[in-house]
């Protein structure tokens, strides 16, 4: 694997709202249920709506020769929204190397909403978990942490 990571460019968006599914489907099906799964992704992103975010985001996009393997996004003050690696390249230090631009993107406290299957990795990272809490979409409740890293 030849990994180059690059910013987020318009015409990413809608491969990366099929790689956020797919990974979602798979990597975390072993976290949560499939009705919960289904209620957090449902396969009708708002193409939109992820456009104006990763825009007004730092944003980057990994890649693997032309085929987009991972992506992550960073606000301003720091909120990690979104980290999100190909099911087919977990385990191969995507995540990490994503990862470490976002947090050099934001000095200060990084905080991010962790899944069940996410929590390890943030937590070999130095995020500790602020809380638990209980989401409920569409009548589903599923859990999640809120965690912080002090840079």
């Not at 500790?128 to 859990?143: D, H, M, S, T, Y």
């Amino acid at each position: 694997m030849k990994m180059i990571v690059r910013e987020y460019e318009p015409a990413d968006c809608a491969a990366l709202a099929e790689l956020f599914y797919n990974t979602v489907h798979s990597v975390n099906a072993k976290d949560y249920t499939k009705k919960q799964l289904d209620v957090w992704a449902t396969g009708q992103v708002d193409l939109e709506k992820w456009q104006q975010s990763f825009q007004e985001h730092y944003s980057i996009v990994a890649l693997d020769d032309k085929v987009i393997i991972g992506f992550g996004d960073i606000d301003k003050a720091g909120y990690l929204n979104r980290l999100f690696v190909h099911k087919d390249y977990q385990k191969k230090g995507v995540a990490t190397v994503i990862c470490d631009k976002l947090e050099k993107a934001a000095p200060g406290v990084i905080i991010t909403h962790a899944s069940i299957t996410a929590r390890p990795f943030f937590e070999k990272r130095g995020y500790r978990v602020i809380k638990e809490q209980q989401l409920v979409r569409q009548g589903v409740v599923f859990i999640n942490f809120i965690m912080e890293k002090k840079q």
